[in-house]
């Protein structure tokens, strides 16, 4: 009974630091300035990385930090998400799909396998295509404020997600170069405790008709790689025959 209690004891004072930590170094949500200037400042954003030229591509690839991959076939909304030796083809209106094991089609726990991928649908794609999704229905969009002497030719631009994906509710601060080209967010989402986490948005790269991409971001405490990353108009620009979802 003794080890047990001192067991709760260490549990509750470590509970209690970390709370401390948290509560430290966690930032309080900025208010911005919503109007006119915060629609332009994200126009100016987007046209920074060529949105427009995302209209042309039709299929993106790519791998996840290395645990998962994506083939996302966008004309018609549907993808494949591979991890460990699991392989959802899922229709994301629907959000339903089949599962493959090492190839073989299972029908067993197929509704979980499903919810997983969509899941990792919803957080890998935020990390490749966040910028373009700043217009989204349910977005909200304001002007910040920066410190001037950490960003001195910064502008920062918050936008908030009322609705859609996973987690809707999260807020994300974005910091822009003099060129309206972000260089990273602060975060204020619901699956991270601390509050105004930084996440650089770094190894910026063309690819169909100039569409430009991140593949690169710093969270300090680690750091995620997106690599392999291919668009194109068609799939064999993917090096597929033809198309590899099925449904």
């Not at 977005?139 to 502008?155: F, G, Q």
């Not at 967010?185 to 569409?211: C, E, Q, R």
């Amino acid at each position: 009974m003794k080890i047990l209690k001192w067991a709760l004891i260490i549990l509750l004072v470590l509970a209690v630091i970390g709370f401390i930590f948290v509560k430290a170094v966690s930032e309080e949500k900025p208010i911005g300035a919503q109007g006119p200037e915060a629609e332009a400042l994200a126009d100016k954003m987007m046209e920074a990385l060529n949105h427009s030229a995302l209209d042309s591509v039709k299929y993106i690839s790519w791998d996840f930090a290395g645990r998962n991959t994506h083939i996302y076939d966008r004309e018609n909304d549907m993808s494949i998400v591979k991890w460990k030796d699991y392989e959802v083809h899922i229709n994301h209106k629907t959000v339903s799909g089949n599962v493959f094991q090492n190839g073989t089609k299972i029908t067993s726990d197929t509704d979980k396998l499903v919810q997983k991928a969509w899941s990792h649908w919803c957080n890998d794609s935020f990390w490749l295509l966040a910028p373009f999704k700043i217009k989204d229905p349910g977005t909200i969009r304001s002007i910040v404020d920066l410190d001037k002497e950490t960003y001195p030719d910064h502008n920062g631009l918050m936008v908030s997600y009322d609705s859609g994906g996973v987690t809707p509710g999260d807020s994300y601060l974005w910091i822009l170069d003099n060129n309206n080209v972000p260089i990273g967010y602060k975060m204020w989402v619901s699956i991270i405790p601390i509050g105004g986490l930084y996440a650089t948005w770094a190894d910026w790269n063309s690819y169909t008709d100039g569409l430009r991409l991140s593949s690169s971001h710093d969270l300090k405490i680690f750091n995620l790689v997106l690599s392999n990353i291919k668009t194109g108009k068609s799939w064999s620009e993917l090096g597929f025959n033809d198309n590899p979802i099925k449904l």
